[in-house]
């Protein structure tokens, strides 16, 4: 039995180590700095340098901001005032059930100014698995995640005091201090959108001797030498350790019980006997995503951008859910704060992430978005309207209902977790209802929008693109009526998502305000911002028709006008009207250093304009524009987004695109084709098939394709169905400096859309 074993373990820790030797190291392209020099009025990225493992119920990052700073790490900054479990997804949310560690050396300060301590970036390593920096005292710090929590450690240097403080941020904590179990247990509860008694509990255990302890709060800084217990606002504690230790911390957190917060650390943590073993388990977790997708045949800085955004688009949404003593997940629920068996996940922007994110993880991890889909429907039911922008729970922040276009997308992939008749259900008494939480919360204005066709301007602020998002969501509740056979709905969805041609002005050639008596907003200047538009203009919101593109043709006068007006919308002037907002906001000047005319990458509604052409007869314009975006407006550097990166869409757009493929039209089983940006992608799907995107010739200046083929034979379409890419096998480009003009052109070759050209 013994000889058995010995050989069984010989066999599988050999098929493990050839495993590990196929993969190459693609973490060490990553650079989770990318993105982090912004600020409230320019945006490169919104980002901060998260530690945390794939989709991870809690993430970490060193903070350079002030508790309650939605920018909670600045490249600008020079000092650190804390290393933070975070679960922020955008700085203009916040941050919710924070708390951080900060070390010190000499005397012991508490203000989160005077903790602060000073670093060079050349002193700072950011990667997914690791996050490592050394003060300019002598303090090393370094991070390494696990799912549910983390792994510290911190290196003092000789002949001073050393401290490590654990601050309870801003709202109500617990702490309690148990020195002959080297521990600290407790919780935090703070969030603008959290339940009133959620709380996270948290256990840090650390590998050295308390020399002294105590308790204080961060709004006088008032300090309670060895106080083992506090609670109440802003409560904190602090340990002592002997001059020159290195410590090494290990934490980990639950929303439901501390029990549950003691199972996850034992599960996650406690066979981690050093840091280093933390270190490379988060390592191989990543690696082995990463090698996933492999890219081949571009430049270091192209391999560096592309693995950099690939970590960030599988980040969010986070998970939400524990497992409890059996193994099976259930989670403390941030709709109706109880406690559900089944999974949840939180933390994402539907707006932004529709687009592109879903659609990448639909074909990277189906079923994990299977999960996600009956998640949905779960959250739906425990708060009584989908989220749009969950934080963790409810907030009804952003426009349209876009639930729907993640579960139709999921549909027509043939992900099929859920009751399409309950999804559709759901999504009718969202579309007929307007709930308490913001205007994505139900519907503003649904009354006016299924009886006149149209969201009036006027007591409803940005209501043509509100009218915009709900048309394309209307389709994508018809696609899954009618993929299910549900007659009833498919009529009533059938109507309304031809609603976005009641906002069509044919006298202006624009998509416009409409007042309530059927007249049109005056004045007109299609480069003004805000008012019927959502953080866009008149040029950027008139080509949010992403499920009838052959409608929104017709509407501008054929497809030569169609072209003409989308060859200006990139060459114009690029004017701008301040509009409602009245001064210039970040997206404004964002669109003007991108200098694309009014293209505005960095805000999502015309993240698929540049894939339009294919539409329109002029394909080798998608593949000029897209690889146009890639090379100017993408980078790994602090400055590496065009705007925010918000839940991994900007990110998936890059990698979507990269490999030369995007989802003009979630909800559709179609990715359209751009430019390719490296000669070889090979994607590894999960039923353990292979897809290989090959683009001969490929480089800077031959950004064109010449041919297609599919699995050796000639492929003269404009785009490729996900069954094709999940059956395996491999598409083939040539590229070229020149357009082919005959290439793609006819109308077969052109991707779905509701109507025919006229």
Same mark, same amino acid.
């Given at each position: 039995?013994?000889?058995?074993?010995?050989?069984?373990?010989?066999?599988?820790?050999?098929?493990?180590?050839?495993?590990?030797?196929?993969?190459?190291?693609?973490?060490?392209?990553?650079?989770?700095?990318?993105?982090?020099?912004?600020?409230?009025?320019?945006?490169?990225?919104?980002?901060?340098?998260?530690?945390?493992?794939?989709?991870?119920?809690?993430?970490?990052?060193?903070?350079?901001?002030?508790?309650?700073?939605?920018?909670?790490?600045?490249?600008?900054?020079?000092?650190?005032?804390?290393?933070?479990?975070?679960?922020?997804?955008?700085?203009?949310?916040?941050?919710?059930?924070?708390?951080?560690?900060?070390?010190?050396?000499?005397?012991?300060?508490?203000?989160?100014?005077?903790?602060?301590?000073?670093?060079?970036?050349?002193?700072?390593?950011?990667?997914?698995?690791?996050?490592?920096?050394?003060?300019?005292?002598?303090?090393?710090?370094?991070?390494?995640?696990?799912?549910?929590?983390?792994?510290?450690?911190?290196?003092?240097?000789?002949?001073?005091?050393?401290?490590?403080?654990?601050?309870?941020?801003?709202?109500?904590?617990?702490?309690?201090?148990?020195?002959?179990?080297?521990?600290?247990?407790?919780?935090?509860?703070?969030?603008?959108?959290? !339940? #009133?008694?959620?709380?996270? &509990? *948290?256990?840090?255990?650390?590998?050295?001797?308390? =020399?002294? @302890?105590?308790?204080?709060? $961060?709004?006088?800084?008032?300090?309670?030498?060895?106080?083992?217990?506090?609670?109440?606002?802003?409560?904190?504690?602090?340990?002592?350790?002997?001059?020159?230790?290195?410590?090494?911390?290990?934490?980990?957190?639950?929303?439901?019980?501390?029990?549950?917060?003691?199972?996850?650390?034992?599960?996650?943590?406690?066979?981690?006997?050093?840091?280093?073993?933390?270190?490379?388990?988060?390592?191989?977790?990543?690696?082995?995503?990463?090698?996933?997708?492999?890219?081949?045949?571009?430049?270091?800085?192209?391999?560096?951008?592309?693995?950099?955004?690939?970590?960030?688009?599988?980040?969010?949404?986070?998970?939400?859910?524990?497992?409890? !003593? #059996?193994?099976?997940?259930? &989670? *403390?629920?941030?709709?109706?704060?109880?406690?559900? =068996?089944? @999974?949840?996940?939180?933390? $994402?922007?539907?707006?932004?992430?529709?687009?592109?994110?879903?659609?990448?993880?639909?074909?990277?991890?189906?079923?994990?978005?299977?999960?996600?889909?009956?998640?949905?429907?779960?959250?739906?039911?425990?708060?009584?309207?989908?989220?749009?922008?969950?934080?963790?729970?409810?907030?009804?922040?952003?426009?349209?209902?876009?639930?729907?276009?993640?579960?139709?997308?999921?549909?027509?992939?043939?992900?099929?977790?859920?009751?399409?008749?309950?999804?559709?259900?759901?999504?009718?008494?969202?579309?007929?209802?307007?709930?308490?939480?913001?205007?994505?919360?139900?519907?503003?204005?649904?009354?006016?929008?299924?009886?006149?066709?149209?969201?009036?301007?006027?007591?409803?602020?940005?209501?043509?693109?509100?009218?915009?998002?709900?048309?394309?969501?209307?389709?994508?509740?018809?696609?899954?009526?009618?993929?299910?056979?549900?007659?009833?709905?498919?009529?009533?969805?059938?109507?309304?998502?031809?609603?976005?041609?009641?906002?069509?002005?044919?006298?202006?050639?624009?998509?416009?305000?409409?007042?309530?008596?059927?007249?049109?907003?005056?004045?007109?200047?299609?480069?003004?911002?805000?008012?019927?538009?959502?953080?866009?203009?008149?040029?950027?919101?008139?080509?949010?028709?992403?499920?009838?593109?052959?409608?929104?043709?017709?509407?501008?006068?054929?497809?030569?006008?169609?072209?003409?007006?989308?060859?200006?919308?990139?060459?114009?002037?690029?004017?701008?009207?301040?509009?409602?907002?009245?001064?210039?906001?970040?997206?404004?000047?964002?669109?003007?250093?991108?200098?694309?005319?009014?293209?505005?990458?960095?805000?999502?509604?015309?993240?698929?304009?540049?894939?339009?052409?294919?539409?329109?007869?002029?394909?080798?314009?998608?593949?000029?524009?897209?690889?146009?975006?890639?090379?100017?407006?993408?980078?790994?550097?602090?400055?590496?987004?065009?705007?925010?990166?918000?839940?991994?869409?900007?990110?998936?757009?890059?990698?979507?695109?990269?490999?030369?493929?995007?989802?003009?039209?979630?909800?559709?089983?179609?990715?359209?084709?751009?430019?390719?940006?490296?000669?070889?992608?090979?994607?590894?799907?999960?039923?353990?098939?292979?897809?290989?995107?090959?683009?001969?010739?490929?480089?800077?200046?031959?950004?064109?394709?010449?041919?297609?083929?599919?699995?050796?034979?000639?492929?003269?379409?404009?785009?490729?169905?996900?069954?094709?890419?999940?059956?395996?096998?491999?598409?083939?480009?040539?590229?070229?400096?020149?357009?082919?003009?005959?290439?793609?052109?006819?109308?077969?070759?052109?991707?779905?859309?509701?109507?025919?050209?006229?």
């Amino acid at each position: 039995m013994k000889r058995r074993l010995c050989i069984y373990l010989t066999v599988i820790f050999a098929m493990l180590s050839q495993a590990r030797a196929q993969q190459v190291d693609l973490v060490k392209y990553v650079n989770t700095l990318q993105g982090t020099d912004s600020e409230w009025s320019l945006s490169f990225g919104n980002t901060y340098p998260t530690v945390g493992l794939p989709f991870a119920v809690h993430f970490f990052s060193a903070q350079t901001g002030k508790n309650g700073d939605g920018w909670k790490y600045q490249y600008k900054a020079n000092r650190i005032r804390g290393f933070q479990q975070v679960h922020q997804c955008s700085p203009w949310m916040g941050d919710y059930m924070v708390f951080s560690l900060m070390p010190g050396i000499g005397k012991l300060e508490v203000n989160e100014e005077r903790r602060g301590l000073s670093f060079k970036h050349e002193n700072e390593i950011a990667k997914p698995h690791y996050y490592a920096v050394n003060f300019d005292n002598g303090i090393k710090a370094e991070l390494s995640p696990v799912e549910r929590g983390a792994h510290m450690r911190f290196s003092f240097p000789k002949k001073e005091k050393a401290f490590l403080l654990l601050d309870g941020f801003l709202g109500d904590s617990e702490i309690k201090i148990i020195p002959e179990e080297r521990k600290i247990v407790g919780y935090v509860h703070n969030g603008r959108f959290v !339940p #009133e008694h959620m709380k996270n &509990y *948290f256990v840090l255990t650390f590998d050295q001797d308390f =020399k002294a @302890y105590g308790t204080w709060e $961060n709004v006088k800084g008032t300090i309670q030498a060895g106080q083992r217990y506090d609670a109440g606002k802003g409560k904190g504690g602090y340990l002592e350790f002997r001059p020159g230790v290195k410590v090494e911390v290990k934490m980990a957190s639950s929303y439901i019980s501390p029990q549950q917060a003691n199972l996850n650390f034992k599960r996650e943590l406690e066979g981690h006997n050093t840091f280093e073993v933390s270190k490379r388990k988060a390592f191989d977790t990543w690696n082995a995503l990463l090698n996933r997708v492999r890219v081949e045949g571009g430049t270091e800085a192209e391999m560096a951008t592309f693995y950099s955004c690939m970590f960030r688009a599988n980040l969010f949404s986070r998970k939400f859910y524990e497992m409890d !003593p #059996e193994g099976n997940p259930y &989670y *403390f629920s941030p709709y109706d704060g109880k406690i559900h =068996k089944g @999974y949840m996940f939180t933390d $994402n922007g539907f707006w932004d992430t529709f687009r592109g994110q879903f659609p990448l993880s639909n074909l990277l991890h189906p079923v994990m978005q299977g999960r996600y889909m009956q998640s949905l429907l779960d959250a739906q039911k425990q708060a009584g309207f989908f989220p749009t922008w969950s934080n963790p729970g409810m907030s009804g922040v952003m426009i349209g209902n876009h639930a729907i276009s993640l579960l139709a997308d999921a549909w027509v992939k043939g992900i099929r977790s859920f009751d399409a008749d309950s999804a559709l259900a759901a999504y009718y008494h969202e579309a007929t209802n307007k709930g308490l939480w913001g205007g994505s919360n139900g519907r503003e204005g649904w009354k006016a929008y299924f009886t006149k066709g149209y969201v009036p301007y006027g007591d409803i602020h940005e209501s043509t693109a509100k009218t915009l998002e709900y048309a394309y969501d209307d389709f994508c509740a018809y696609q899954l009526a009618k993929a299910t056979g549900n007659k009833f709905y498919e009529n009533i969805f059938a109507r309304q998502m031809y609603n976005y041609k009641n906002v069509f002005d044919p006298q202006v050639n624009f998509m416009r305000g409409r007042l309530d008596n059927g007249q049109w907003r005056e004045p007109f200047d299609p480069v003004e911002w805000g008012g019927p538009f959502t953080e866009a203009n008149a040029w950027q919101y008139t080509w949010s028709v992403m499920h009838d593109v052959n409608g929104l043709i017709n509407l501008i006068g054929g497809v030569d006008k169609f072209n003409a007006k989308l060859d200006t919308f990139f060459t114009m002037e690029q004017r701008v009207n301040y509009g409602s907002y009245k001064q210039e906001i970040h997206e404004m000047r964002e669109m003007l250093l991108s200098k694309m005319g009014q293209y505005a990458h960095g805000n999502q509604p015309t993240q698929h304009v540049p894939y339009l052409y294919n539409f329109s007869g002029q394909p080798w314009k998608a593949q000029k524009y897209a690889r146009m975006v890639t090379s100017r407006l993408y980078n790994a550097t602090e400055k590496g987004y065009p705007g925010d990166e918000d839940q991994g869409q900007m990110s998936s757009w890059y990698v979507l695109s990269a490999m030369g493929i995007y989802s003009v039209c979630p909800g559709t089983d179609e990715y359209v084709f751009g430019s390719p940006v490296f000669k070889k992608v090979t994607i590894s799907l999960d039923n353990g098939k292979t897809f290989t995107i090959k683009a001969d010739n490929n480089s800077p200046q031959h950004v064109y394709i010449q041919s297609a083929a599919l699995n050796g034979a000639a492929y003269d379409k404009n785009f490729i169905r996900y069954e094709d890419l999940l059956k395996g096998g491999e598409l083939h480009f040539v590229m070229g400096d020149k357009p082919n003009y005959e290439r793609g052109v006819s109308t077969d070759a052109r991707p779905f859309s509701l109507s025919s050209i006229d």
